[in-house]
């Protein structure tokens, strides 16, 4: 890992981001809110690799076309390689030399990137749009501190988080309302309900529907996930609620990964009648149900009598610029264009990625007013340690496993060793 040469160079790099907002049209160099302060100056000849994921590229490369043509008086060159988003922020720090300018990434990576000082924090100069024309909670959750002051370290891009998909025809709106509903109008059909509950990403919707919540991180620990006051009972129920209805529908509900969903759809005959997938695959499931998709909020599930909504984790993808960039300033207008209107309007368009910038148009797509929707009340994914995501794809494991118990002494044990196992 090239961490001395990020720290080493950080500094420089932060200091051209000085420099850089200074250098606008606009006289009064200490007011960064006028469209003056949109100004760039671009590094002419700039080189500049762009990461993003495989089934994004070829949007991408139009977007980077478009923008070298926006530009050409600069003779910008653009190379875009697919890398997906779960693990650029690794490939960024384990060679910062040969990693993208600029990458996307999801914002559960954005604790070890600020850490390692490998994000050039947003110029001051687009700071004023973006928190303006961006939801709300895609900008507070890549806020930071920088040497006292306040600062984004990324540029929103879109939602990340998942939702019930279905097949109407045999899984009706009413049905899609409940866990029950669902997996017993899967089973009449002969039809599978898919759920990657041996993931960390979905697994901990089983304690956090319970009432557990991620509250950040512990002091200046980095390394110490903090959660909220929770009611140990109440989580144990809810997650013997979830174990016991799987074991139930043993034969319906199947924990595989995400793909197997649009694949399940997709068959001449269909074998899958329900899932649990992502905005990111929004494109492949509407090519394979037509018609018959049908996409809302997670379902409820009955805890003790009473239907609970079910919780789950929301994220954010963002667009980052490493900081040691050779060409800081193409970098980050590149990084700050990828996140227009424009383009991700696009991306609504070609990929179904719920967009940050409020100035895209949303009505009549499902899968963002679902996101918009749930965004309300889920946990947002930012500040988790790496350590969370194994121990909570065993708590998954353990709840859906047949040769598991299902009771809530069980699960008590369960939660205890989980919450320990992440902070070691």
Known sequence: ??????????????????????????????????????????????????????????????????????????????EVVAQEENDSGTQVLSDSEAAADVFSFPSDQLSKLTQAKALLPVYDNYVDDIKKNHTEAAVETVKGDLNG????????QTDNGYYLVYDKSVVSDEDAKSWE??????????RQFIMNAGDGYYACMFPFTGGLKIDGL?????DIQKFNKYDEDEVAQTMSAFS???????????????????????????????????TWNAAVN????????GVTV???????????????????????????????NAAEELANYLVSAECQKTRLEKLGWTPTNKGVEVEGNDGVRTMLE?????????NIIQAFWDPMANLGNKLYKPTEKTDVATMKTLLKDTLTNING
């Open 374 to 382: 749930e965004a309300k009340t889920y946990v947002v994914q930012a």
């Open 298 to 328: 997670l379902p409820t599930i009955n805890v003790n009598g009473t239907d609970k909504q079910t919780i789950a984790m929301i994220g954010y993808k963002y667009i980052g610029v490493k900081s040691v960039t050779k060409f800081p």
């Open 218 to 222: 512990k002091g200046d620990a980095q």
């Open 286 to 293: 509407q090519d394979a149900l037509g018609k018959d998709l």
């Open 244 to 278: 016991e209805l799987f074991h139930k529908y043993k034969n319906t509900f199947v924990s595989a990964s995400v793909d197997k969903i649009s694949a399940g759809f997709s068959t001449a005959k269909r074998t899958c009648g329900a899932g649990i997938d992502g």
């Open 1 to 78: 890992m090239k961490i001395k040469r990020i720290l080493s160079l950080v500094l420089a790099a932060a200091m051209m981001a000085v420099v850089f907002v200074g250098c606008t049209k606009s006289e009064d160099t200490s007011s960064k809110t006028s469209s003056a302060a949109k100004t760039v100056d671009i590094e002419k000849n700039a080189k500049l690799k762009l990461w993003g994921s495989a089934a994004s590229l070829s949007i991408l490369k139009e977007q980077a076309k478009a923008f070298e043509k926006k530009y050409a008086d600069k003779n910008v060159k653009i």
């Open 149 to 156: 002051k306040e600062v984004l370290y990324a540029f929103p």
């Open 181 to 190: 509903g669902v997996l017993a109008a899967c089973k009449k059909a002969g």
